[in-house]
């Protein structure tokens, strides 16, 4: 799929104000808030293309639109940039990985680093007996868990982990991957961005689709820095 790169630009912001507030964003908030150089009704015909083209929807109690599990893989793919931890956070990384045996402690104290930095949970899957995660409370403060359905889906995920290693060892293609809602195997209402480590470790950020995949991603990306 090609857009031009007004419609980009505005996908763009559409994503990372509904990552950012959880809302649905409407064209009169995009033009006042983003100072858009161009008309509100612009705005709303590009909107309308982008609904279109699947890339966007509109909630039924909402005039605002949010992205589609499709508006989220165009923007990783195609406008992400990813965002890399803090000066701090990266020296105490370093100080974890400073030699070339990787401890298992020390990927379990990068996990809470990364819980804390994206709130999210991170699953660290050591082998497929041997699976750790952490950060519960930070993905069920997300607004999303407000639901209790959706609160209880996503837990049973933690009930079920060790079974779906291998599935995922078999769908990560390379080093680091983003696998968007569906594509999840660890479910649907769900994304994770994964990596593996020293070839036999898998990494994993599990958040709600409206993760903030910019900060998974950089911290995925910094942390195989410093693995290899």
């Known amino acids: 799929m090609e857009l031009d790169e007004r419609k980009k630009n505005l996908l763009e912001l559409v994503v990372e104000n509904h990552v950012k507030n959880s809302e649905p964003v409407g064209s009169t908030f995009l033009v006042e808030a983003e100072d858009l ?13 982008l609904e279109e083209s699947g890339l966007i929807s509109q909630p039924h109690t909402s005039a605002g639109r949010v992205p589609t599990e499709e ?74 868990f407000q639901d209790y359905d959706y609160t209880l889906h996503v837990s049973q995920i933690f009930d079920h982990c ?37 070839k036999r470790v898998i990494f994993m950020v599990l958040g709600p689709v409206r993760m903030n995949y910019s900060k998974a991603v ?5 942390l195989l820095s410093l693995t290899k």
């Open 71 to 144: 508006g989220y893989r165009f923007y990783v793919e195609n406008m992400m940039k990813p965002q890399e931890p803090s000066s701090d956070k990266k020296e105490e990384l370093q100080g974890f990985f400073n030699s070339n045996d990787i401890q298992k402690e020390s990927l379990k104290e990068t996990a809470r680093m990364a819980a804390e930095d994206i709130s999210a949970a991170v699953i660290v899957a050591f082998d497929q007996n041997n699976v750790y995660y952490t950060g519960l409370s930070k993905l069920f403060s997300q607004p999303e």
């Open 37 to 49: 150089d161009v008309s509100g009704a612009t705005v709303r015909n590009d909107m309308q293309e």
């Open 218 to 222: 950089g911290f995925n990306d910094y």
């Open 162 to 198: 060790e079974e779906q290693i291998p599935t995922i060892e078999k769908i990560l293609e390379g080093e680091l991957d983003v696998l968007i809602g569906s594509e999840n195997p660890l479910g649907g209402n769900c994304s994770l961005v994964a990596s593996r480590i020293d």
